[in-house]
């Protein structure tokens, strides 16, 4: 497979994970509830106290910021060789997380050295933005979130009509993969 085209998949996974998640509304406001509101917490907390502390406000947010986009980038490292379009691309989305990850941090540490002043407050609200773009493309596939867990997925699935006075003692008439 040809750089060029590598590239255009890498651009085209980080299309599709934004954009496909807009369809599930359980997704939507989960990530409007707890990671928008609930996680954040700390940081609305020190923006509409008073008084305002700019370095609370910062601080907040720097930690948000590291939290949410180290997670998210161990989630994309450990997103595994799924059987999808993108699979061929899987180092090229795990050094995508790396990277994230190393920005994150030095996004977290230039934020925590400006912590008093409007630079470290304006990088801080960029910041939170773009933990919440990888947070939200790292866990797109979710199925957790999402909601498309079939019921009787924990048992492995539906199963077969079996006469209880005829059970042999093994996995015989079960879907067990």
Same mark, same amino acid.
């Given at each position: 497979m040809s750089d060029i085209t590598k590239w255009k998949l890498l651009k085209q996974f980080i299309r599709d994970k934004f954009l496909e998640p807009?369809?599930?509304? *359980?997704?939507v406001i989960y990530f409007i509830i707890v990671i928008g509101i609930?996680? *954040? $917490?700390? =940081? &609305? &907390? #020190? %923006? =509409?106290k008073c008084p305002k502390s700019m370095e609370g406000i910062t601080i907040n947010a720097a930690n948000i910021i590291i939290a949410l986009i180290a997670s998210s980038s161990i989630e994309l490292m450990l997103r595994g060789? +799924?059987?999808? +379009? =993108? *699979?061929? /691309?899987?180092?090229?989305?795990?050094? =995508? @997380?790396? *990277? @994230? %990850? $190393? /920005?994150g941090f030095i996004l977290w540490t230039v934020i925590i050295s400006h912590? #008093?002043? &409007?630079f470290g407050l304006v990088l801080s609200i960029l910041g939170l %933005? %773009?933990? &919440?773009? /990888?947070?939200? /493309?790292s866990n797109a596939?979710?199925?957790k979130i999402i909601g498309n867990v079939k019921a009787d997925s924990p048992i492995g699935?539906?199963?077969? #009509?079996i006469k209880k006075d005829v059970l042999k003692g093994d996995t015989d008439g079960f879907k067990t993969e």
């Open positions: 807009w369809q599930h509304p *359980s997704y609930l996680a *954040s $917490i700390g =940081f &609305y &907390y #020190e %923006l =509409f060789g +799924k059987d999808d +379009k =993108f *699979s061929t /691309i899987k180092t090229d989305i795990q050094v =995508f @997380a790396i *990277s @994230a %990850l $190393i /920005i912590k #008093e002043g &409007y %933005l %773009l933990a &919440y773009f /990888i947070w939200w /493309i596939d979710n199925q699935g539906k199963q077969k #009509e």
